[in-house]
């Protein structure tokens, strides 16, 4: 007899095998030709540079790495890691975000996918004050495409924008060059509040040596017009003149160690591991998303102590039940849990009662998080009698209106208002993160089939030419396979959707740091509109 527990891991197991292979693939562009193209140049892969710049032994949190996979540009297919590194990671015991073009991908250029990156990560430090680094050397906007990179908000220009806003709120803008910042991409260099050079290696200038040419017809080495020398010395563009990458990246570290030690506005109980081990995760999400889940189980193997303080717990059993409110600690921090349960179909008094304790941990400034495996709200007659349009429309302001922050995480479905209600990325929570297990669409794609289908058919029986039984099936399936495959956390992660996908086990290291990170900043009083009740 097949035993469910075993069929799980295998099945998540494989599944996480897949991740990793796509993350090597986010990891080595080019592959080993890559990297010895850059060693000849005197160049290190980019996270390498990271590993030396934060502490030592300390974790780089690498956001979104599988950003940017299948994208279909115009002559490129992919863009592995969206060609730039983003994440979180500690210098001198600070939090700190830091940015990498790797030059690997399209000599590191902007892309849709890498702008969506490079405002993501931008937002994330703006909102928790965190300075920034960025590690620079691209050509700039990937041409093909400027009119999908350039003009607009949150294109091109929204980066500097973002750095001069930063600088002025005090968070250091530090940009160490590392190689071409040509046209746009020089105000990386010039808008930062220091910039470290690298002799014979970065280069910054309005224009590089062959346009310089066509302009004004001087004749000009790249070296002469924008290098190392030419702005410590002459121009004063840019501020520390380092011989080689490795003096660069202590040159930042010793900069940023003149740096106040990082408020932190939360208070830490002693850590305690879970009892249950989150390897029982394996074993306890069902390998379906269409099954329901046990999410006191799941909370269990990530809850310091496995210890889940619930509230509510007996209130509308069978309903209310289908969203879990309580509190849990996570590496010594208190967080507030709101998680869908069972099937998850988010039933009125389940809304109630998830609103009346965002509410509450609104209230003890205590922060929230999500775990999203919902299809939707109840529908039908007695549901919306019920009220489940008000009630869930509370819960949506509620999820809008709380001041505390705010991380999801999601474990199963994630369609519709469910979305909404559970803090999707409208709703800007400070981190989402998704495991293999997440599917995030307007509806599954049995759903989605279902409702095209009868649209189809109707058009094609108002045609005079109904569809036959063949061309059901085949609308059916292609309909199926769309709407799955993009719900997808593959498809979501490449185009960031989400901040990471994160594996079973890394679930507890990446939600400590993200309740670490979004209590940098001090919490407001609450404040909500016009509940209905
Ligand atoms: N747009 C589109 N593609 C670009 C590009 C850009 N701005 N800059 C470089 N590329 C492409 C190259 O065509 C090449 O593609 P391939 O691998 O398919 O042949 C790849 O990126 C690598 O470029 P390459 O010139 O071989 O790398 P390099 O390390 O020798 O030089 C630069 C890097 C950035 C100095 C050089 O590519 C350059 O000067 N680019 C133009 C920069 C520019 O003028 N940008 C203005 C836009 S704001």
Known sequence: MTDPKNENRLFWEEEEKKLDDLLQKAMFPGGE?????????????????????????????ELSRIAGFGMDYPGVMDVPCGGLVTGIGKIHDNWTMIFANDSRVKAGTYFPITLKKHMRAQAIATQAGLNCVYIADSGGAYLPMQAEVFPDDQQFGSMFYNM??????????????????????????????????????????????PLVKMATGEDISAEELGGARTHTRISGGADHFCPNQDEAVAKVREMLSFEKPQKKYFHRHPEMKPKVSPLSIYQDLPASV????????????????????????????????????????????????????????????????????????????????????????????????MGIGKYGSDLVRAVSCAQVPKIQLVIGADNGAANYGMCGRAYKPDFIFTTLRSRTSVMSGRSAAGVLLSIEKQKREAQGEPMSAEELKAFNDR?????????????????????????????????????????????????????RF
């Open 290 to 385: 269409n099954k329901g889940v046990d999410t006191r189980k799941f909370l269990a193997a990530i809850a310091d102590n496995s210890e889940f303080s619930e509230y509510k717990r007996d209130y509308a059993m069978g309903r209310g039940d289908n969203i879990l409110t309580g509190k849990i600690r996570i590496k010594g921090l208190t967080v507030g849990i709101v998680a869908s349960n069972g099937v998850g179909i988010i039933f009125h008094e389940a809304a109630r009662k998830a609103t009346e304790w965002i509410v509450r941990c609104s209230q003890e400034k205590i922060p929230l998080l999500f775990i999203q495996s919902s299809p939707g709200f109840m529908v039908g007659s007695d549901s919306e009698h």
């Open 33 to 61: 030709k890559a990297v010895e193209k850059l060693a000849k140049r005197g160049k290190r892969p980019v996270r390498e540079l990271i590993s030396d710049l934060i502490d030592p032994g300390t974790e780089f949190f």
């Open 479 to 531: 309909m199926i396979e769309k709407y799955d495959g993009e719900a997808h956390p593959f498809y979501c992660g490449a185009r960031i959707l989400n901040d990471r996908v994160v594996k079973f086990t890394e679930i507890r290291d990446w939600l400590g740091m993200a309740f670490e990170v979004s209590q940098l900043r001090p919490i407001d009083d609450p404040a909500f509109g016009n509940f």
């Open 164 to 209: 001069a806003k930063m600088s002025a709120k005090g968070l250091k803008q530090i940009t160490l060059s590392t190689g071409g910042n040509t046209a746009g991409g020089a105000y990386i260099v010039f808008m930062a509040c220091q910039s470290v050079m690298i002799d014979k290696l970065s280069y910054s200038f309005l224009a590089g040596p």
